[in-house]
Every structure is written in structure tokens, then in C-alpha cells.
């Protein structure tokens, strides 16, 4: 069964800058898809940011630009980074990762959500 574990997230102002990151243990295959949705109060959870192990990132409009998602490319290490820039208000959410196995998404496994809260 494969863990995710979260880090990062919190308060920010409008215009400032958060890191989220998401470290994938108990991993069985080389060839996965791992990033991260988010959820806001009375909205259905929406995709961020995907990577596929072996081709490209997927990021949402609303992210492009803005966002950055990126892996950690040491050895025996499963973790992906989403760099948030020029938060707005309207980025507030719970932020999930999300991983799961092939290419399709989203995948089978969730972390727990951490919250980004964008507000002055």
C-alpha cells in the first residue's frame, strides 16, 4: 500500500509564495503518476498539477504559469514539490496529493490534504 505524506502549506498574502511537498513511500513500479488536486469549501476537487514518471506535467489553467510541480531527482526517493507563486484568494483550498499507478489519473492513492489558506 503506498503512503503519502504532505508537508507545507498555511497562511499567505495575496501575491506570496508557498512550497507544498508529497513523498510517496511502499512504491512497486517505475511507471506512475504523481501530483496534486485540491478541493475549496462547496466545490468538487479539481486537478493542480500531475507528472507522469516516464512524460510530461498536466497542469490546470488556472495553475499554468503560476505553479510549478517537480520531482526530486535523488535516488530512491518518490517526492514531488509544487511551487505556488502569485497566490491569489481564490487558490484557498485543501491541497491532496495524489499518486497512483500507470498513466491515468487520479490516481488509487490520496494524502491527507493540507490546507492554503491565500488571505490579507
Known amino acids: 500500500q503506498v503512503q503519502l505524506v504532505e508537508s507545507g502549506g498555511g497562511l499567505v498574502q495575496p501575491g506570496g509564495s508557498l512550497r507544498l511537498s508529497c513523498a510517496a513511500s511502499r512504491v512497486t513500479s517505475n511507471l506512475y503518476i504523481m501530483g496534486w488536486y485540491r478541493q475549496a469549501p462547496g466545490k468538487q476537487r479539481e486537478l493542480v498539477a500531475i507528472?507522469?514518471?516516464?512524460?510530461?506535467?498536466?497542469?490546470a489553467d488556472s495553475a499554468q504559469g503560476r505553479f510549478t510541480l517537480s520531482r526530486d531527482n535523488a535516488k530512491n526517493t518518490n517526492t514531488v514539490y509544487l511551487q505556488m507563486s502569485s497566490l491569489e484568494p481564490e487558490d484557498t483550498a485543501v491541497y491532496y496529493c495524489?499518486?497512483?499507478?500507470?498513466?491515468?489519473?487520479?490516481?488509487?492513492?490520496w494524502g491527507q490534504g493540507t490546507q492554503v489558506t491565500v488571505s490579507s
Open positions: 507528472m507522469r514518471s516516464v512524460g510530461r506535467t498536466i497542469y
Open positions: 495524489n499518486f497512483g499507478y500507470g498513466v491515468g489519473y487520479p490516481g488509487q492513492y
